[in-house]
């Protein structure tokens, strides 16, 4: 389970704009990375475009974003080109990390219980170490509130 003041959970997931992007490469860099269940559904288009609006003040304090959902790389590159996303979406088709992060458990809609991707977000700090957790985010305004963490950290 990912806890706040901890070693991130290392990754490499294969990213929408080519390659592989690992959590190594980050070192020294704040990364908001946020969790989300299926490209092209409202939920999720609703959430991507706030993070794309709130894109040049998280660059500004210095953080780098990725969404991460369990879509193939074809489907993020439709969804980024849609909704004119203007940073990486990484995908993790065998929800190892996804499971890491603590995204990925018992969801229950409609009173019918199954396993899929939990809405959350993961800030971590330029030492590697998380920083902020959002378990069980609802997508409409949480840009927002990751903007001011990161601007609060970035200031540590």
Do not use: N
Not at 28 to 53: L, N, Q, S
Not at 67 to 81: E, T
Not at 97 to 116: D, N, Q, R
Not at 129 to 144: D, F, M, S, T
């Amino acid at each position: 389970m990912i806890e706040v003041g901890k070693k991130a959970p290392a990754f490499a997931l294969e990213s929408s704009e080519g390659g592989t992007v690992k959590l190594a490469d980050l070192a020294g860099k704040i990364a908001v990375i946020y969790f989300y269940p299926r490209d092209m559904t409202a939920g999720c288009a609703a959430e991507a475009v706030e993070f794309r609006d709130a894109h040049p003040a998280l660059k500004k304090a210095g953080a780098v974003v990725f969404g991460v959902s369990k879509d193939s790389i074809a489907s993020h590159c439709k969804f980024r080109d849609k909704y004119e996303l203007t940073f990486p979406l990484l995908t993790d088709p065998d929800t190892k990390v996804l499971a890491a992060y603590g995204a990925w458990g018992e969801k229950s809609m409609y009173g019918k219980k199954s396993m899929g991707i939990i809405r959350s977000t993961v800030l971590i700090g330029a030492d590697g170490k998380i920083a902020q957790h959002w378990p069980k985010v609802r997508g409409k305004g949480h840009a927002l509130a990751v903007v001011a963490a990161v601007k609060a950290l970035a200031k540590t």
